[in-house]
């Protein structure tokens, strides 16, 4: 059984844990082995969720980000472009019986023939949409739960006059559900592998980390305070669930819980695209009193909740995104920018034959370029702090190695600060570098891993456990063979030596690579209902 908690941090769990809120994960902890998970770079939730399902690293799978944005032309990835076979396929191969239950980069449903049941994570358009098999299973699930959730756009949130008590409520219910649910799937359905992944912990600790109790130093007043108690009772939910889903466990029932990357606070936000304009690599067609008017407008139509979504329904598909296409195209020249952010820490060169508005040539000309852009950004300093911003800046192919290194960002930025983060596509903005707002949290590179149960260590501690190494180590415990292109390893440090000793692992062939490509992966309607969820989620501007 593997349990994911989204964006789980050690520094949460164990003050959760200290608090008396968690004492079910604190036993599985005295009677297992846990220790630090670390996720891929970036880390964010759709490589790291792939390189945990296939035990590659994102330059093998291809999945680098939540979407393509070629000229910020967003188009937005899913399963379909996972490259090589996932755990669920190579357990479902061996003839093991599956049931997998919202993880992320999982819809649209696969293609093969799924021994077992699935119902698909985020980013499910809707309910409407085929993300159960068996396809029964979604009436199953309906009348289960009623209106079932898939979505909670924290953002929306963000101008509510009660929007941080709203949001916990929501978080809450929505909890309740995803319980629910995943306890009658164990009751009703026999599984040689059974996974859920719980999300909200992640859009919790996005805009209330600092409500949280880390920082001792920062006082909370009564509203503050209450929602830090919301808080602390969403954890010890949580808890109660894990307890739950413990009861199904048999003797023979190995159990994982583990997180996709962890978080930390985000103090500063830093406008990327802001700053190549300052620089002259990004031609900008910004008007402040234009953009402000704009600004002013988008706050008003989320308060009045008019979304993207619903400007869909009475525009059409095609007239949203030729809209979006022409507001990217207003506020940036293409044809006098040479480099660009699409967010996620990382910077594009618009380079020729590869944007659809490219200026930069091949070769000796796209590498002065990236030279260019890495030489000044190392520079870049907090005018509030006098500090560095940016630690390390890397070429992809410093990162990244395997066949789909080509789709990775042409340079990576490391902060100096994780406090600080470049996550957003705005040039419009007077600054580069911002106090964080609402966004007071962000991703860290490492997550949480708890293993307890048959054949597991007691009481044991490990320290070199990385996320592509969850789907070998899942495999050996089965009995299955391992892919040798699998870039993660068997950890070892988790089992006895008794049963490291009586069983061998068995090898397998390589898995087929192939070039996927982007453009048949779901219908345009569907595309720009999941463009909405990432606005939601704060992935896209």
């Known amino acids: 059984m593997v349990i994911g908690i989204d964006g789980a941090s050690w520094h949460v769990l164990n003050l959760m844990i200290e608090a008396g809120a968690m004492p079910n994960l604190s036993r599985l902890i005295e009677t297992g082995v846990s220790g630090p998970l670390t996720s891929t770079l970036p880390p964010t939730s759709p490589p790291a969720w792939s390189s ?27 399963s379909r472009d996972i490259d090589g076979r996932t755990l669920w396929q190579l357990l479902g191969e061996g003839g093991k019986r599956i049931g997998v239950f919202n993880v992320p980069m999982t819809y649209p449903l696969p293609s093969y023939a799924i021994n077992g049941f699935m119902i698909a994570g985020m980013l499910t358009p809707s309910i409407e949409s085929q993300f159960t098999y068996p396809a029964s299973l979604r009436e199953e699930l309906i009348s289960l739960v009623g209106n079932y959730t898939i979505h909670t756009p924290w953002l929306d949130y963000e101008h509510r006059k009660d929007g941080r008590h709203a949001l ?24 040689d592998f059974f996974m859920v992944v719980f999300a909200g912990n992640d859009r919790l600790s996005h805009c209330l980390w600092k409500y949280i109790g880390l920082d001792a130093e920062m006082p909370l007043d009564a509203e503050g305070l209450k929602i830090q108690e919301m ?85 059409g598909t095609r007239a949203t995104e030729l809209a979006q296409e022409l507001a990217n195209t207003i506020r940036i020249d293409w044809s006098q920018t040479r480099a660009y952010s699409n967010g996620s820490n990382s910077i594009q060169i618009n380079l020729k034959g590869r944007e659809p508005h490219g200026i930069v040539n091949p070769g000796s ?33 410093e990162v990244f190695e395997g066949p789909h290194v080509q789709r990775a960002p042409d340079i990576l930025i490391w902060m100096a600060d994780q406090g600080c983060a470049a996550y957003k596509c705005d040039v419009d ?71 490291l000793g009586s069983n061998t692992p068995k090898g397998a062939t390589t898995s087929k690579v192939t070039d996927l490509g982007i453009a048949d992966r779901e219908q345009a309607k569907d595309r720009e209902v999941i463009l909405e969820r990432l606005r939601g989620l704060g992935y896209i501007d």
């Open 365 to 397: 000309e796209y590498e002065a370029v990236r030279s260019q852009v890495i030489e000044r950004l190392v520079q870049l300093r907090d005018p509030e702090t006098g500090t560095k911003v940016v630690s390390t800046v890397f070429r992809r192919e």
């Open 52 to 78: 945990f399902m296939t035990g590659k690293k994102p330059g093998k799978h291809g999945i680098f980000s939540w979407w393509e944005a070629l000229n910020l032309r967003f188009v937005p990835l899913s």
């Open 231 to 315: 808080i602390r009772a969403y954890y010890g939910q949580l808890d109660a669930t894990l307890g739950g889903m413990l009861q199904y466990c048999g003797p023979q029932t190995t159990v994982l819980v583990m997180s996709d990357h962890g978080f930390g606070p985000l103090r500063k936000e830093i406008y990327i695209n802001k700053w190549l304009a300052d620089e002259g690599l990004l031609a900008s067609s910004y008007n402040p009193r234009s953009w402000r008017i704009r600004t002013n407008l988008h706050r008003l139509a989320r308060r009045l909740g008019i979304t993207r979504e619903r400007w869909r329904r009475v525009l």
């Open 429 to 499: 903005v007077d600054k580069v570098v911002e106090p964080a707002g609402w966004r007071n949290g962000e991703h860290t590179l490492e997550g949480v891993l708890v293993a307890a149960g048959k054949h597991i260590k007691k009481g044991a501690r490990i320290d070199q456990a990385g996320i592509i190494d969850l789907a070998p180590t899942i495999l050996y415990r089965m009995d299955l063979p391992i892919p040798d292109d699998m870039d993660g390893v068997i950890l070892t440090d988790l089992f006895e030596e008794g049963f």
């Open 168 to 191: 916990m409520r929501d978080l809450a219910a929505k909890l309740e559900q995803r319980s629910k649910v995943a306890l009658a799937l164990l009751e009703r359905y026999e599984t």
